[in-house]
């Protein structure tokens, strides 16, 4: 019974740090990082409404994106609120931001669908115990290459599940029309998880729409969340992950 978090007068800025520690000053204004990375670029943050003032007051040049990040998301909630219930065959399924209970039964749609070429595997449960669904789709045959596709390992990304959901819609939906995408799916096994991180794609739905973790609470600490995408073992703990 949270109440959502809120972000009022927080300001998204483009920044352009040169050293660490202009990184290590931006960090102290207690700013979200909203770039993909984070280096000696231009960096994205969303900055708390004190921050502003502190990174002038350090010298640290930025352009203001956006004045007030709880308008926008605001706004995006009224636009979602309006939302029509939509069949998961309609194109127009594909106008929005879908939560993650649509896009399950989007899903469970295709497989209905086309039950020889698409099926449902439940890969296994997230943390808080929610099933983790992929889509495999193929032709007949065995022994063929896969491909896969994963998406919304940050939570707060909703353009990630809507995108490869749109790649599934093709190759299921468009197998009898197009000849390009029925021999693709007759020679290559797709494996699509849309949500990966289900826990985190519905709080931040239900509560903090920048939630970007998944919501492990590390014991002993209190600490919640893993970014995910931080934890392979390619890269692990370099630039834009967080000890935190």
């Not at 706004?75 to 609120?81: D, F, M, T, V, W």
């Not at 390992?153 to 093709?170: K, L």
């Amino acid at each position: 019974a949270q109440a959502p978090v809120r972000y009022d007068d927080w300001k998204l800025l483009r920044t352009y740090p040169q050293t660490a520690e202009e990184l290590r000053q931006i960090h102290a204004t207690g700013a979200l990082l909203m770039s993909e990375s984070e280096g000696y670029d231009a960096v994205d943050y969303a900055v708390p409404p004190d921050g502003l003032a502190a990174m002038a007051a350090a010298g640290i040049p930025f352009d203001l994106l956006h004045d007030n990040v709880q308008a926008a998301i605001d706004a995006e909630r009224s636009r979602l609120a309006r939302m029509l219930l939509t069949d998961p065959r309609d194109p127009a399924w594909f106008n929005d931001y879908r939560p993650f209970g649509d896009i399950v039964t989007k899903m469970q749609a295709m497989v209905a669908d086309a039950p020889d070429r698409v099926s449902l595997i439940d890969i296994g449960d997230s943390h808080e115990g929610r099933d983790i669904w992929a889509l495999r789709i193929s032709g007949p045959g065995e022994g063929k290459p896969a491909v896969l596709f994963n998406a919304t390992q940050h939570a707060r990304e909703w353009i990630g599940p809507m995108t490869v959901m749109w790649f599934a819609d093709q190759l299921v939906y468009e197998y009898d029309a197009d000849p390009e995408i029925r021999d693709l799916v007759d020679r290559v096994e797709f494996f699509i998880v849309p949500v990966v991180n289900p826990d985190g794609y519905v709080y931040c739905w239900d509560h903090d729409r920048l939630w970007r973790k998944n919501r492990r609470i590390t014991l002993g600490t209190g600490c919640v969340g893993v970014d995910l995408n931080r934890n392979w073992d390619a890269g692990w703990g370099t630039i834009g992950a967080s000890g935190d």
